[in-house]
C-alpha cells in the first residue's frame, strides 16, 4: 500500500488541457423565404386563417431560425391549424400538445425562442432541434421535407 501511494504523483494526471476542445456547432443562418411563398404555401394546404405570418416571421428571425420551420411544424403537427385543441392555442404541437398558452401568436413566439435559444435547442443543426422537438424517426423527415420544398 505504501509503494502505490509513494508512486502516485507520477502517475499521469488528466488535466482540462489534455482534452481537445468540442467543436462549436454553429447553426446555418436561415434561410430566407419570401413572404409571399410562406403565405402561398399556407394557402394551397388550407391553414387555419389567420395565417400570422407576421408573427411566424418576426419570431423567426428574432431566433435565427428559418420561418419555414415553424411553417412546416404547424403543419406536420395540426394539419395548418386544423387538428389541436383549439382552447390551448398550441398548433405547433409543443409539449406533445399538451401546453396552453394564451394566444396562437404567444404559441409561436414561444416556440420560435426555444428552438432559437432554448436550452434543449441551442447550438443544435436543424435537424438536432427537430429530433429533440419530436424524437420519433419520421418526425425530422416530415418537416425538413416540408422546408424543402421552399426556393431561396
Not at 402561398?40 to 411566424?56: A, D, G, H, T
Request: hydrophobic share 40%; glycine share 6%; with cysteine.
Amino acid at each position: 500500500m505504501l509503494g502505490v501511494l509513494l508512486l502516485a504523483p507520477a502517475l499521469p494526471v488528466s488535466t482540462i488541457a489534455d482534452v481537445p476542445p468540442k467543436a462549436i456547432v454553429r447553426p446555418l443562418a436561415p434561410k430566407r423565404v419570401p413572404t409571399e411563398t410562406l403565405s402561398s404555401f399556407m394557402r394551397r394546404k388550407q391553414f387555419v386563417e389567420p395565417y400570422n405570418l407576421p408573427v411566424i416571421i418576426q419570431s423567426a428571425s428574432r431566433a435565427s431560425i428559418p420561418a419555414s420551420l415553424i411553417v412546416c411544424i404547424e403543419f406536420v403537427e395540426s394539419s395548418g391549424g386544423k387538428h389541436y385543441d383549439a382552447e390551448t392555442n398550441n398548433p405547433l404541437g409543443w409539449q406533445n400538445g399538451k401546453a396552453a398558452f394564451p394566444s396562437v401568436p404567444a404559441a409561436i413566439q414561444h416556440v420560435s425562442q426555444e428552438l432559437g435559444s432554448g436550452r434543449w435547442y441551442a447550438g443544435k443543426t436543424l435537424e438536432e432541434k427537430l429530433r429533440v422537438y419530436n424524437p420519433r424517426p419520421y418526425y425530422s423527415v416530415k418537416v425538413l421535407g416540408c422546408m424543402s420544398q421552399f426556393a431561396e
